[in-house]
């Protein structure tokens, strides 16, 4: 799996997502995520919304995602 497409699959589910992943080995990946739908949401929350956008597309292909979400300043 490639940074590029985590971006693309978070984009779609979160419009208005602000999403920069990186990672280079196909396997660890760190998305920083800001979406104004964050707001009142747990972290938690937050997390499980993104974790929501890649589906099963990530399974067995994806060993790790770190994520930090915010809402926009």
């Known amino acids: 799996m490639e ?3 985590i971006k693309q699959l978070i984009e779609a589910g979160i ?8 990672g280079d080995d196909g396997q660890h990946f760190e998305a ?6 964050f707001a009142g949401k747990s972290l938690l929350a937050q997390h499980k ?14 060993h790790a995602l770190s994520l930090k979400t915010s809402v926009p300043s």
């Open 15 to 22: 419009p208005d997502a602000q999403v920069q992943v990186l």
């Open 49 to 62: 919304l993104v974790y929501a956008t890649l589906g099963t597309s990530f399974e067995g292909v994806l």
């Open 32 to 37: 920083h995520v800001i979406s104004a739908s």
């Open 3 to 5: 940074a590029v497409e």
